[in-house]
């Protein structure tokens, strides 16, 4: 099993959302996430005063899959959070070791 988090524009949420749900994913965590990458942030005027804003809003999508459906979940997200302009942000795997369900206790694959 892996988990796939993902930083990506707030925007793109429900296009990333669906295209999960379209290759049979149906369960998902969406933190809001403040941070910057190459783009180190931007200014904005506020009452005639610049000031410079270190901290884009993102969002953190993550996603516990099975082996099996890695690639189809990097996929969808890849190309539905694809903006082409700087900031589309990242997508992060790592391995999942076990995975239980608390309310009915299955593990693995079945708790997914």
Request: charged share 30%; proline share 2%; glycine share 10%.
């Amino acid at each position: 099993m892996k988990k796939i988090e993902a930083i990506i524009k707030p925007f793109k949420l429900d296009e990333v959302k669906e295209a999960l749900h379209g290759v049979g994913l149906q369960g998902m965590t969406v933190l809001e996430a403040k941070g910057f990458g190459r783009q180190r942030g931007h200014t904005e005027l506020y009452r005639g005063a610049e000031y410079i804003v270190d901290f884009l809003p993102k969002l953190k999508i993550e996603v516990v899959v099975s082996d099996a459906q890695l690639e189809a979940a990097l996929n969808a997200i890849t190309k539905s959070a694809h903006t082409g302009k700087i900031g589309d942000g990242k997508i992060f795997v790592s391995e999942i070791t076990e995975v239980i369900r608390i309310r009915t206790g299955e593990t693995g694959d079945q708790a997914i």
